[in-house]
């Protein structure tokens, strides 16, 4: 395919080295010159210095002959209007990182009369990956698909589970839950298994379900973990509040901290049923006061990776 990257920070580094690995015909969009020539240096792709948005520096970067943009600045609007430029210059099909929740709510109704094919929200898809590992505490990852009617789930077959020594053909006769494994990983290796491959410690095991199949099949296999209650959060990034949006709206008791106070103002504003605390986070003193010592689940969110690990 030939695709466009309008923006390289983090992430569009990330999918710049996925998508050559995959030896896709990639050109890259930024206003950093010393960072354009870097990477195509270093994967050998095409390279346009300039405003992502700007319909002449699309068309030098020959968008009108491209399957895919994708526009991954820091701003929403830019991201939002270098689509609807794309489409205008010829793209076959566009992708905007939108991460304001305002705005996510209101392009899912007008993202085709806006020329986007595709919405994308790095700091939710974080917070949702976050929320299934608080909801789902004995799942190691989860997939939501049908609207949340249907999950594709990764379990370690922990010891002392019922799964272990087990074949397939004599879990489907002990179990009355219905679900279907697709895959086992196990010392890096991928199987496909079929009605006589035999459970082992430690084995990933990947199977989907419906959420009522899942929890039966959970609780007979001894894998079922005590749900958590309550949750902290330290520092009050889009990501923190994406993840206290949903904590609170399944009746978590979710406290905030937060050291701006602006910004923790604003977080009190916008999420009414969790408790935001102005405050210093990295401060024990602080942590402890705030009931720390009652929490099933700590989450550090700030936006520095060094205080996170703190």
Known sequence: MKIVIIGLGTIGETILRALTAEH???????????KIEELIERYDVYGVVGNGACMDIQ??????????????????????????????????????????????????????????????????????????????????????????????????????????????????????????????????EVFIPSGNFVIEEGDKIHLTADAHGLGEFLSETKLFKSPLKNVMIVGGSKIALYLAEQLSQKKYKVKLLENNKQTAEMLAEALPRVTVVYGNGMRHDVLIEEGLEGMDAFVSLTNIDEENMV
């Open 24 to 34: 896709h015909t990639v050109t890259i969009i930024d206003e950093d010159k010393e």
């Open 59 to 188: 068309r030098e970067a020959s968008v009108k002959d491209t399957d895919l943009v994708i526009a991954l600045t820091d701003s929403d609007e830019l991201n939002i209007f270098a689509c609807m430029v794309a489409r205008k210059v010829g793209a076959k099909n566009t992708i905007a990182r939108v991460r304001n929740p305002d705005y996510s709510r209101q392009i899912a109704e007008m993202k085709e009369d806006l020329g986007i094919s595709m919405l994308v929200n790095p700091e939710k898809d974080t917070a949702n990956e976050i929320f299934n590992l608080i909801n789902l505490p004995s799942i190691v990852n989860a997939e939501h698909f049908a609207k949340g009617k249907v999950l594709l789930v990764e379990i370690v077959a922990e010891k002392g589970c019922s799964l272990v020594g087990e074949t397939l053909i004599s879990l489907g006769k002990k179990l009355s839950s219905k679900v279907l494994i697709c895959a086992v990983q196990r010392k890096g």
